[in-house]
Structure formats: C-alpha cells, structure tokens
C-alpha cells in the first residue's frame, strides 16, 4: 500500500462521514468536480460503485459500507503508527485522545486542558463526553487513550483515583434538609446513569422513609442547576459543579448513616500501552501536579 492510496482512504472517509459532495470537497480543499471524478477512479479500482448520488446527497452501497470498514480500520492503524513514532522521538507530541464525563468535562478539565496545552504546544488533543458508560465503551473499543468518570469503577486496566467531592442539597429556602418535607416546591433531579442517582435514593429514604412530593427530571446538570439557581425547586448537586461566586444560596453537606459525609469519586482509567505514549504520561503527570496545588 503505497501513500497515494492512503490520500484516496482519506477521500473516502470524509465522503462517508459527510454523504454530501459539496462538504467533502470543502473539507478536502478541493473542487466538486475534481472530488467527483477522483471518486470514480477509485470505484473503478474497486471495480464496483461505492457511493449511490443523488439530490439529496450520496448513499453507502452495500459494497461501498464493507470498503469503508476497510478503510477507517487502516486509517486508524496509521494513526497508531504515527503515536508509536511520536512516542519514540524528543518532545511530546501526536493527539491526546481523551473521554471525559461530562460534567467533569464541563467543571473540571477545563482549567488541566489549558494547562497542558501551554506547557506542550505541539500536542493535540481529541476530546469526547458523555455518560460514564459511555466513557467506558470509548476505552473497550479502543477510541481513546485515557477515560475520566464519576462513581465507582469496574475496570481492569490502570486506574487513578483523581478527587472526591461532596454532594450537597442546594436550595434558595431551605436551610435543613427536613425541610423539604414541609416545602411543596419540587425536587430536581438529573438524570445519570451512574450509581449517583441510587445513592440520592438511599439517601433520601434513610432520612424520610417517603419520597419527595413533586420531581421534576431533567436530562443535563446544568438545566437543573439552573433552575435550582432561579428558585424553581431544590437539588441535590455535586461539589464540583458549584463555586464560590453564587449568592443566596444554601448548600447543605449530605451524610451517611455513620455522619460522614456522601461523596463522589473521579477517576481516570486507561490500558497500560496508553500510559506508555508521551503525550499520555505527561497529560497523567500534569494532572497529578494539578490536584497536588489545588488540595495543598
């Protein structure tokens, strides 16, 4: 396989990403012509069409959909290579490929990202959020390097516990959480697929031996805080998500049944062969500085 035919994977991947001739060509700096008649010197090779036009944009064939399989598997083996070969030359460089919870992604990575972009300009970095089961899905299927989640991992591979932090009911009224069985405001909740959400109900039960009178379930934190914010109802939020700057608000430290304090756990997970890429051991390297100056 020589580089030409890699430029041709490439073509073809965008093609497949984008199933639209005018965005292809956009993406590849090349002209609609031009991208249309290197297509079909390509199908000729394959000696069968891949992509179906029409005006709406192109379709997979059936062949077209085993050729692009092929094609994003030696693609993303070029992009192996290529970190093996970073990894073996001075400097840190090559993409730093990361999936990160997202409401650490959106609290906490922000201020390590800017960090460590500083201190390696040359790196890049890839980053995805999502659920904490979806996090781990990126890791089982190769797509990252490390993975960032929240609760209690069951992962085989290399593990780091980054931090805890508290959860605490969060309201503009209530001062102590047996108020909320006197209020008629309702309870707002996120949904999460993790453990937390079962630990909010053990919580809650232990305490009140009922439910909350009125819920109101919404799909991201951050609506839920929000909404907290303005008054509509209670919540029961993680410490990071809060800082020091909302006003007139209470936040009210949960606790276990032995008084400690609830608590949830961040973790950073990865395969021992990530841990051996430059730009992954200096990102973990960076981190622990990180939680060193902020807990000292």
Not at 12 to 24: C, D, I, Y
Not at 91 to 116: D, E, M, R, Y
Not at 224 to 241: D, R, V
Request: proline share 4%; glycine share 4%; net charge neutral.
């Amino acid at each position: 396989m020589n580089l030409s035919s890699l430029s041709e994977f490439q073509l073809l991947s965008v093609l497949a990403q984008e199933m639209n001739m005018r965005k292809a060509s956009e993406r590849l700096f090349v002209s609609q012509p031009a991208l249309s008649q290197r297509l079909q010197t390509i199908e000729k090779e394959w000696g069968t069409k891949l992509f179906i036009r029409s005006q709406k944009g192109l379709a997979l064939t059936p062949a077209g959909e085993h050729v692009i399989q092929f094609v994003n598997d030696v693609l993303n083996k070029q992009e192996k290579v290529r970190e093996t070969i970073h990894a073996l030359q001075d400097g840190v460089s090559g993409t730093l490929k990361i999936a990160v919870a997202s409401i650490v992604g959106q609290n906490w990575l922000p201020q390590v990202l800017k960090k460590f972009i500083d201190t390696y300009p040359q790196a890049k970095i890839s980053l995805v959020t999502g659920w904490s089961s979806e996090i781990l899905k990126c890791l089982y299927d190769d797509q990252v390097h490390i993975g960032i989640i929240r609760g209690t991992p069951d992962w085989k591979g290399l593990k780091i516990h980054l931090f805890s932090d508290q959860l605490l009911l969060v309201d503009r009224e209530i001062t102590r959480p047996e108020q909320v069985l006197e209020t008629e405001r309702p309870f707002i909740q996120f949904k999460s697929d993790s453990n937390y959400y079962q630990e909010i109900q053990d919580w809650w039960m232990r305490n009140f031996k009922t439910y909350p009178k009125k819920t109101i379930v919404v799909d991201q934190i951050e609506t839920c805080k929000q909404m907290t914010f303005n008054g509509i109802g209670y919540s029961i939020l993680p410490a990071i998500t809060l800082n020091h700057t909302e006003k007139n608000l209470f936040k009210i430290p949960l606790v276990d049944e032995n008084g400690e304090p609830l608590k949830r756990d961040t973790w950073l997970l990865g395969y021992e062969s990530a841990f051996q890429l430059k730009q992954v051991s200096a990102f973990v390297e960076l981190i622990k500085e990180y939680i060193s100056e902020f807990h000292s």
